[in-house]
């Protein structure tokens, strides 16, 4: 069945318990949460929990057409009620997340955008975000400004890991750690104020931890003793692109590790004509 943006609706089992969806993308979203929740990253997940955004009174005039016209009118509350895809608590901003799961289309829609309005005004505190998902970009709404960033963007996110390796045994292994480590502290740093308050905040001590990790040495699993190319060859493997993007990946990594910046430029070039074709 589609629901009336075309959409097909879904039924995922989660935790047991079997949960109807309004499209795929939903469900989607749904199980990666319910990952993060297991990871104690975010924690008291719902699913499609309902809000009174707004409650008002609606005055109902009936009248009755005789030789002494009588009107009666009567006064009842009324409300206006959000149905949110998702309700959780954030670890990592430490506050509790109302989310909406949104298409391009979706999120333009006249009543979605009222909606919107209405909660911001009337819900947000201190404590409680709006979090509005379009594809990949990721828009917080605190109750006085407005944070975007990409969908998944974690503190320490699994967009980091792609098979066997993560990206940071890559830079670890080539002896750069140290200063790629400092250098995103500096920025997260100064930038935080103008750009993604707490969340820079937070990846700034993110990167600070791992420096200190590796000043101790354990931050050294037995995966690090591997030699660069071949960790290199096996996290360009796991992206889903062209194999000729994936050989020009490799070699703009490699000439960029061995300091020759001009060759590393122009596949760069090419990789971007490659990639916008």
């Given at each position: 069945?589609?629901?009336?943006?075309?959409?097909?609706?879904?039924?995922?089992?989660?935790?047991?318990?079997?949960?109807?969806f309004d499209?795929i993308?939903?469900?989607?979203?749904?199980?990666?949460?319910?990952?993060?929740?297991k990871?104690?990253?975010?924690?008291?997940?719902?699913f499609?929990?309902?809000?009174?955004?707004?409650?008002?009174?609606?005055?109902?005039?009936?009248?009755?057409?005789?030789?002494?016209?009588?009107?009666k009118?009567?006064?009842?509350?009324?409300?206006?009620t959000?149905?949110?895809?998702?309700?959780?608590?954030?670890?990592?901003?430490?506050?509790?997340?109302?989310?909406d799961?949104?298409?391009?289309?979706?999120?333009?829609?006249?009543?979605?955008?009222?909606?919107?309005?209405?909660?911001?005004?009337?819900?947000?505190?201190?404590?409680?975000?709006?979090?509005?998902?379009?594809?990949?970009?990721k828009t917080?709404?605190?109750?006085?400004?407005?944070?975007?960033?990409?969908?998944?963007?974690?503190?320490g996110?699994s967009?980091?890991?792609l098979?066997?390796?993560?990206?940071?045994?890559?830079?670890?292994?080539?002896?750069?750690?140290?200063?790629?480590?400092?250098?995103?502290?500096?920025?997260?740093?100064?930038?935080?104020?103008?750009?993604?308050?707490?969340?820079?905040?937070?990846?700034?001590k993110?990167?600070?931890?791992?420096?200190?990790?590796?000043?101790?040495?354990?931050?050294?699993?037995?995966?690090?003793?591997?030699?660069?190319?071949?960790?290199?060859?096996n996290?360009?493997?796991?992206?889903?692109?062209?194999?000729?993007?994936?050989?020009?990946?490799?070699?703009?990594?490699?000439?960029?590790?061995?300091?020759?910046?001009?060759?590393?430029?122009?596949?760069?070039?090419?990789?971007?004509?490659s990639?916008k074709?």
């Amino acid at each position: 069945m589609k629901n009336k943006f075309g959409n097909i609706k879904i039924e995922k089992k989660i935790n047991g318990e079997t949960i109807k969806f309004d499209s795929i993308a939903e469900s989607n979203r749904a199980i990666y949460l319910n990952e993060l929740e297991k990871e104690g990253k975010i924690k008291s997940l719902e699913f499609q929990k309902k809000f009174t955004i707004q409650e008002f009174e609606a005055k109902k005039i009936i009248s009755t057409i005789k030789l002494n016209k009588t009107i009666k009118e009567t006064i009842k509350k009324d409300k206006i009620t959000y149905k949110a895809d998702f309700y959780y608590y954030d670890c990592g901003i430490q506050k509790y997340v109302i989310e909406d799961l949104k298409s391009e289309i979706t999120a333009k829609a006249k009543d979605y955008v009222i909606k919107r309005k209405i909660i911001i005004n009337n819900l947000l505190d201190d404590n409680i975000i709006f979090r509005e998902v379009v594809g990949e970009l990721k828009t917080d709404y605190y109750k006085n400004r407005i944070i975007k960033l990409v969908a998944d963007d974690e503190v320490g996110g699994s967009h980091y890991k792609l098979g066997e390796f993560e990206v940071f045994d890559l830079i670890y292994s080539t002896g750069y750690a140290s200063s790629f480590s400092k250098g995103n502290v500096i920025k997260y740093l100064l930038r935080f104020p103008q750009k993604n308050g707490l969340q820079d905040l937070l990846k700034a001590k993110f990167y600070l931890e791992k420096l200190e990790e590796n000043r101790k040495k354990q931050y050294m699993p037995n995966r690090l003793k591997t030699k660069t190319n071949t960790i290199l060859l096996n996290l360009i493997e796991q992206l889903k692109i062209k194999s000729n993007q994936k050989q020009l990946i490799f070699n703009i990594i490699k000439n960029t590790i061995n300091l020759n910046y001009k060759k590393a430029i122009e596949e760069l070039e090419i990789l971007i004509t490659s990639y916008k074709l």
